[in-house]
């Protein structure tokens, strides 16, 4: 009977039985397969739900489906206040083992702007296909019932990738292992952030409060996105940050440019001269000791030189005529600490502007932190740079004495710690455990990134846990978190749900 029943579901996968004896993990890529269709359809729904998380009634509503959602999986919930929004923690125990691993996601997604995306409803999924001029037309959903489903395909609508698409991934990979009557070999907790896009403020408090409840020996993320080239990722890092503002003065009020140009001081080439001398034309920090500590060891040259990055078409998709050089490759540009602006105003731009001298300008700065550096130090490193340059540094709005007084002045706002870095050490038992995994059921080796750009808030876990974290990307690199137009690459999804079913059934 069993026979019987493998056969037919070949025969809905679309893989022939020659295939299976070729390669002993094609029932497992069947078995995936099967999964594929209705994985779509629940993440649809799931994505339906609109998860802002400055909307505390949105989150409510996403918890409630993940209450339905893993309960259905066979999974204990439980709904953990915080000073903040709540966290939801699903827990799934085997008789006789003693591990436990913790699995990190976020249910919320940064806001839209419904204007910016190219369909009618950002949180309504629509399928897509690439044309040969490299833009997505939209196609109809019926086209996936011709066996197997096109990897190249994509589904576009908020949080498809960031971070709801790894969540029915897990979950369906849980459908596999019920379908096989299997149990995994560690008991599963699951914990669903509903505020990560604006900082997990209430995270760090939770893990104190929550600390018994969360208990695990290995913490899995399951957040950014994989390697360009989709093969499955461990990515053992992920750098901090910290942020600051730096406001810069001219007359009290907007001065008019006939009458005073040339006399009135103009604050935003003031403020351009700080910028500039804050980095080289080719794009390396001069700040004084900021990049004091990082070093690397033969081990990790090689490990970085490893990772199949093509400087070309990292280019050509960034539309970038040359990199900057920090790093000898990309992989080693992550190493280290950034500096960037990440916003700048004067005046007005465009309809409404006039014939001014500003009063002010406005730049807002973004540190990216690595495990060498911390978030304070390194805003007071720019503080003193900016006082070497011979302005006095203000921590508040100028009075009118210090604006009479001081010719070069600045307000410095922001800064401290901010949210630390991490990286765990590639051969360390977590390590050791998720390469035999994914080695073992893919039949290649994962690429290893020692330590990614983006930040997630695992941080707080390793310090008040005490748990050793890697992140599993699951995702397309290419996916437009944060941005107009997200979507999930389905190969991404049938590639996601099988990692999922690896780390499940490997034993730590």
Not at 38 to 60: G, Q, S
Not at 200 to 227: Q, R, T
Not at 410 to 432: C, K, L
Request: hydrophobic content about 40%.
């Amino acid at each position: 009977m069993k026979k019987i029943l493998f056969m037919l579901l070949l025969a809905v996968s679309g893989i022939s039985a020659e295939a299976i004896a070729q390669n002993k993990t094609n029932k497992t890529d069947v078995l995936v397969d099967k999964q594929m269709l209705p994985a779509l359809e629940e993440l649809k729904d799931y994505v339906a739900i609109p998860n802002d998380a400055l909307v505390a009634t949105d989150i409510d509503k996403n918890i409630t489906w993940a209450e339905k959602a893993f309960a259905k999986r066979g999974f204990k919930t439980t709904v953990l206040p915080t000073d903040r929004l709540p966290l939801f923690l699903a827990e799934k125990t085997y008789p006789g083992v003693t591990k436990t691993v913790l699995y990190y996601f976020h249910l919320d997604g940064q806001a839209v702007r419904p204007n910016e995306w190219f369909q009618k409803d950002p949180y309504m999924t629509v399928l897509k296909e690439k044309s040969g001029d490299g833009s997505f037309k939209e196609i109809e959903w019926n086209v996936l019932q011709k066996a197997p489903v096109n990897d190249e395909l994509r589904i576009f609508a908020r949080s498809t990738s960031d971070d709801k698409g790894p969540i029915v991934m897990f979950l369906h990979a849980m459908d596999i292992l019920k379908a096989e009557n299997k149990n995994a070999p560690y008991n599963v907790k699951v914990i669903l952030d509903g505020e990560e896009e604006k900082g997990s403020m209430g995270l760090k408090g939770a893990l104190v409060k929550y600390k018994a409840e969360l208990k695990a020996d290995f913490l899995i993320v399951m957040d950014g996105p994989m390697h360009s080239s989709n093969i499955p990722t461990l990515t053992f890092g992920c750098r901090g940050g910290t942020g600051f503002s730096l406001t810069t003065y001219g007359a009290i009020t907007q001065q008019h440019s006939g009458h005073f140009g040339n006399y009135s001081p103009d604050p935003t080439f003031i403020l351009s001269k700080i910028i500039s001398s804050m980095k080289d034309d080719d794009g390396r920090v001069l700040i004084d000791g900021f990049y004091d500590g990082i070093k690397f060891d033969a081990e990790a040259v090689k490990m970085m030189a490893a990772v199949p990055d093509v400087t070309k078409d990292i280019n050509e998709r960034l539309q970038i005529a040359e990199e900057e050089k920090v790093g000898k490759n990309y992989q080693e540009s992550m190493q280290y600490p950034s500096l960037n602006v990440r916003g700048l105003k004067a005046a007005v731009v465009g309809k409404g502007g006039g014939s001014i001298i500003p009063e002010m300008a406005i730049a807002e700065f973004g540190i990216r932190l690595v495990p060498e550096t911390e978030g304070g130090r390194m805003t007071d490193l720019v503080k003193k740079h900016i006082q070497k340059l011979g302005y006095e540094v203000l921590d508040h709005v100028p009075t009118k004495e210090e604006r009479l007084k001081y010719k070069k002045l600045v307000f410095f706002d922001g800064g401290g710690a901010g949210s630390p870095a991490f990286r765990t050490e590639v051969n360390s038992p977590i390590g050791s455990w998720l390469k035999k995994s994914i080695t073992g059921n893919f039949n290649q080796d994962p690429i290893i990134i020692r330590i990614m750009g983006g930040s997630v808030p695992v941080a707080p876990f390793i310090q008040t846990m005490a748990i050793p974290a890697v992140i599993v990307p699951l995702v397309n690199m290419d996916n437009n978190q944060h941005s107009p137009n997200e979507n999930l690459r389905l190969g991404n999804l049938r590639t996601g749900i099988k990692t999922c079913y690896s780390l499940l059934t490997s034993s730590i």
